[in-house]
């Protein structure tokens, strides 16, 4: 399929000799929308990577059947029997009312904290940017610091990294004005399309539910397999008479890797179909849908789903294949076997890291062009290979901001649970050991901190990541739709006058 006409005579001439024309079957052409804007959109009607599709829906029938074969265990065992000799329901569950006016309070607190910090990047985008940087390079010495102090050599590995990034400061500061651009850009869409951050919460709550879910299943299939295997512990190590438990373990945690990040790549590409909507849409002549989520998230959830779930399943393979590396250095009594297994494990969250950036904006261009994963990969190669610094360090400077972001807001969240159950001594703390009370509450609202500002953070991620690539992609539009906005970015970035093709913008 050939990329679109935009004009060259041989190849690489430095501008257009007129604006491109897209249509449908144009492999870089955007997803149009329907003239009449009623939202939904005209995508091609084939699905993509359908036997990913397929595999998903499998290992979904398979952890729910192993865990109803493993449940049975438990309908026919359905008490505990304590060391004293009692018997407690299995199920048996302690709550009463302190407990709900405090999560209840919690949820109102930490979302307050959480848009609070995303209207403050509205406000003060080029000083959060600023000021989130400084703290980025820091922390990361602060936390060699203490890897040094707790005998750990590789401390110095992160002091060296903060105190290079500091003798760059100069070259940080000259593409910290584009990061500010582009936030400011993706916030005021985010106000224009406020539906992105219900789907961002909807993720949230899926995320949640599919984690109770999963720890339930894991309880009743450790348990089951454990008596199976006849494990019990020697010398403070857990030995069994066969591997049916760590097999199981391992499938465990593949099912819940892959499904959280299928969840995760979902709301992105919801996300991302949105901005992508704005970017080629807004100020068009067919004009951009008024409500363009629900057709985003239809597309998502059915001819790009097969995409996401073969994506999704490269990175559940590296978190996996990290997991059986921890498994087998935390178990071993051979010195140098641990060692290496903690060196590959080291060695795979970089590159786990490296590939999650990757697959982000691959799911980008899943989203806005409906390209099957591996088209999406190839591009987005070629994409890094063309502006891959650009990309890394942009990338950056925003997660800067949102990193900060949730590290302030879960300080502030566990300082209130302190707060709370100090001032108002709930009978769940009376009647328990304060100190650890204290403390779980602490952790959980962090944790809950960490969760609510996610919400904000995944619909800022997703605009800025789709933002850049559309600008790498198709310079063009922008400059034909809002050319307040390109030349603004083009003061800042002046390399948005070349797409990744070479091909230069062509100017009225």
């Known amino acids: 399929m050939d990329p679109p006409n935009y004009g060259h005579d041989n190849g690489a001439p430095s501008s257009y000799n007129h604006p491109p024309t897209y249509t449908q079957q ?9 003239t009449n804007t009623d939202g939904k959109f005209t995508p091609d009607a084939s699905y993509k990577d359908v ?19 493993s449940a049975k265990h438990f309908v026919n065992n359905p008490f505990t029997v304590l060391d004293d000799g009692t018997s407690v329901a299995s199920n048996a569950f302690l709550a009463d009312h302190s407990f709900i006016i405090l999560a209840l309070t919690s949820l109102a607190f930490t979302f307050s904290l959480a848009y609070g910090y995303f209207f403050l990047i509205q406000r003060y985008t080029a000083a959060l940017v600023k000021i989130s940087w400084f703290f980025s390079v820091f922390f990361t010495i602060a936390i060699g610091v203490l890897q040094i102090l707790g005998g750990s050599l590789w401390g110095a590995l992160s002091i ?62 450790y348990q089951y397999f454990q008596t199976v295997s006849n494990c019990r512990p020697v010398e403070n190590k857990m030995v069994c008479d066969n591997n049916s438990l760590y097999i199981a373990m391992v499938y465990l945690n593949f099912v819940m890797f892959w499904n959280t990040e299928v969840i995760k790549n979902v709301i992105h590409v919801t996300i991302s179909g949105v901005f992508g909507v704005y970017y080629f849409f807004e100020g068009s002549a067919a004009g951009a849908p008024e409500s363009p989520t629900l057709a985003s998230a239809k597309r998502a959830l059915t001819t790009s789903f097969g995409s996401i779930c073969f994506g999704s399943l490269l990175i559940a393979l590296l978190q996996t294949l990290r997991y059986i590396l921890n498994s087998l250095r935390s178990d071993s009594d051979d010195g140098i076997m641990a060692f290496l297994a903690m060196c590959a494990s080291c060695i795979l969250s970089m590159l786990e890291s490296l590939f999650e950036i990757f697959n982000k904006f691959a799911f980008t261009q899943v989203a806005m062009y409906g390209k099957p994963f591996v088209r999406a990969a190839k591009d987005t190669w070629e994409l890094i290979k063309d502006r891959g610094i650009e990309a890394l360090v942009n990338d950056s400077l925003v997660s800067n901001v949102l990193g900060m972001g949730s590290f302030a807001v879960a300080l502030l969240s566990g300082f209130f649970g302190y707060v709370y159950v100090s001032i108002v001594q709930p009978s769940f703390y009376e009647n328990q050991d304060k100190d650890v009370v204290m403390f779980a509450v602490v952790i959980v609202e962090m944790i809950l901190g960490v969760a609510m500002m996610s919400i904000p953070n995944n619909v800022i991620d997703s605009g800025v990541t789709t933002t850049f690539v559309a600008l ?34 062509y100017h009225h």
Not at 193 to 218: D, E, H, K, N, R
Not at 479 to 485: A, M, Y
């Open 51 to 69: 036997w990913a599709t397929a595999l998903f829906v499998g290992n979904i029938f398979g952890y729910f059947g192993l865990t109803y074969y």
């Open 472 to 505: 790498a992609e198709d310079p063009q539009t922008l400059l034909d739709t809002k050319p307040e906005l390109y030349h603004a970015i083009a003061d800042k970035y002046p390399e948005v006058s070349l797409n990744v093709r070479g091909q230069a913008v």
């Open 26 to 34: 144009e492999e870089h052409a955007p997803l149009i929308p329907k």
């Open 160 to 221: 060296a990294v903060g105190v290079l990034c500091l003798f760059l400061y100069k070259y940080w500061a000259s593409r910290m004005a584009f990061a500010v651009l582009v936030l400011e850009t993706v916030t005021s869409v985010t106000r224009k399309y406020p539906a992105t951050l219900a789907v961002a919460f909807s993720g949230l709550v899926l995320q949640i539910i599919w984690c109770a879910v999963w720890i339930f299943g894991l309880v009743l299939n």
